[in-house]
T-cell receptor, first 115, second 118 residues
């Protein structure tokens, strides 16, 4: 069965600290896709990144970076020099193996960045 | 370009009442789905559709009904509301690509509908 686990329920940091959000996934598929979404206090879901299973290069976008490791089935998300605006709930998700457009979400990690 | 539009944004129901959450997308996406979000449980799939006239159950379908008569619309019906259905509901759509690239697999979400059942 496919599953996504975000073991960190809540994280609190002080502004300018670096923070890493963990994501561990389970799948038997050899080709799969992983996602991160952000949900700010306003409630909408914002797409951050997609990663293909056959592309293990880490990705950096400004203060955001993602570390994909197939060996440990992890897709961790790091925010460098966190800011108050980064306060949100972050979801990691795995695309369902069927051709249905479904995503399997983790439980979410609530990040609070204090000034 | 409106994207995915959900209505209403807020609704309060009494136990046993029925209602329909509306969802419409203007991106000509084949795939549409409904998720519910509850504290500590992430987003769980209720129902999904891979095209007009085709629907299927997700992880938590009980108490909900859907139909997909057009590509654009995917309403979610609560047949007899229960307090356990108090949640935030998200509709999403996606384009599955044409096999030639430029596919992101991204789900486009509506703004959510907060439902309270008393």
């Amino acid at each position: 069965a496919q599953k996504v686990t975000q073991a960190q329920t809540e994280i609190s940091v002080v502004e300018k600290e670096d923070v890493t959000l963990d994501c561990v996934y389970e799948t038997r598929d050899t080709t799969y896709y992983l996602f991160w979404y952000k949900q700010p206090p306003s409630g909408e879901l914002v797409f951050l990144i997609r990663r293909n299973s056959f592309d293990e290069q880490n990705e950096i976008s400004g203060r955001y970076s993602w570390n994909f490791q197939k060996s440990t089935s992890s897709f961790n998300f790091t925010i460098t020099a966190s800011q108050v605006v980064d306060s949100a709930v972050y979801f990691c998700a795995l695309r369902d193996s069927g051709n249905t457009g479904k995503l399997i979400f983790g439980q979410g990690t609530t990040l609070q960045v204090k000034p | 370009n409106a994207g995915v539009t959900q209505t209403p944004k807020f609704q309060v129901l009494k136990t046993g009442q029925s209602m329909t959450l509306q969802c419409a997308q203007d991106m000509n996406h084949e795939y549409m789905s409904w998720y519910r979000q509850d504290p500590g449980m992430g987003l769980r799939l209720i129902h999904y559709s891979v095209g007009a006239g085709i629907t299927d159950q997700g992880e938590v379908p009980n108490g909900y009904n859907v139909s997909r008569s057009t590509t654009e619309d995917f309403p979610l019906r609560l047949l007899s509301a229960a307090p356990s259905q108090t949640s935030v509901y998200f509709c999403a759509s996606s384009w599955e690509g044409d096999g030639w690239g430029m596919w992101t697999g991204e789900l486009f979400f509506g703004e959510g509908s907060r439902l309270t059942v008393l």
